[in-house]
């Protein structure tokens, strides 16, 4: 059975489960150590690198299967696994140590981490998987799978996050998000989302 069938049993199973003290969503916080590690780039992913000054510089890339970019000036770069902060250190060290610029400003922004996903299940029009970005919220990651069907419960969508070593289930307000009467909820890389059957 694939990840993504176990997935959307686990969805189903979660509808039928309730939480016993769900955390305030409004508590959990980014593992920061847990999210740099989850967004090294890998096969697939894109990205584009600015150079402040020199738009023959800036681009968008793609990583290949070996882990590599092809730069201008530079070459090839081996960037699999790195963060964008130090795909952006390595891209400025090696322009200035090839002689090509003095003191150049890199940035790294992430579009499209290909080999990181979340997961929307439930009652949405097209769950599955999607590529996880940099910065993603729960609202922009059920647009992705199409919105909320007609019968879901739109304010009281459940995430699933590996806290600590263990997993937790974390109940978002989403249309209360959608309509700015609660602050908006980001995502890590692993997270799943479940849209439950409204009650009626």
Do not use: W
């Not at 510089?57 to 963060?83: D, E």
Request: aromatic content about 8%; some cysteine.
């Amino acid at each position: 059975m694939n990840r993504f069938c176990l997935l959307t049993l686990l969805g189903f199973a979660l509808a039928g489960c309730p939480a016993t003290a769900p955390p305030d969503y409004q508590n959990i916080k980014i593992d920061t150590t847990a999210l740099m590690n989850a967004t090294a780039v890998g096969p697939g992913d894109i990205f584009e690198i600015r150079v402040y000054g020199h738009r023959d510089l800036t681009g968008t890339y793609r990583v290949s299967s070996g882990g590599m970019i092809n730069f201008p000036l530079i070459g090839q770069v081996s960037v699999g696994s790195m963060t964008s902060t130090a795909i952006a250190e390595k891209v400025r060290s090696a322009l200035v140590s090839g002689g090509f610029l003095r003191e150049p400003h890199v940035a790294v922004y992430i579009k499209e981490l290909k080999s990181k996903k979340v997961f929307v299940l439930g009652q949405v029009h097209k769950p599955g998987s999607f590529p996880y970005e940099e910065n993603m919220s729960i609202v922009q990651a059920i647009a992705l799978s199409g919105g909320f069907g007609t019968l879901a419960q739109k304010n009281y969508a459940i995430v699933t996050r590996v806290i600590n070593g263990a997993e937790k289930r974390i109940p978002v307000p989403v249309e209360k998000i959608i309509t700015d009467k609660s602050p908006n909820f980001l995502l890590q890389p692993g997270d799943i989302i479940f849209v439950p059957e409204a009650v009626l």
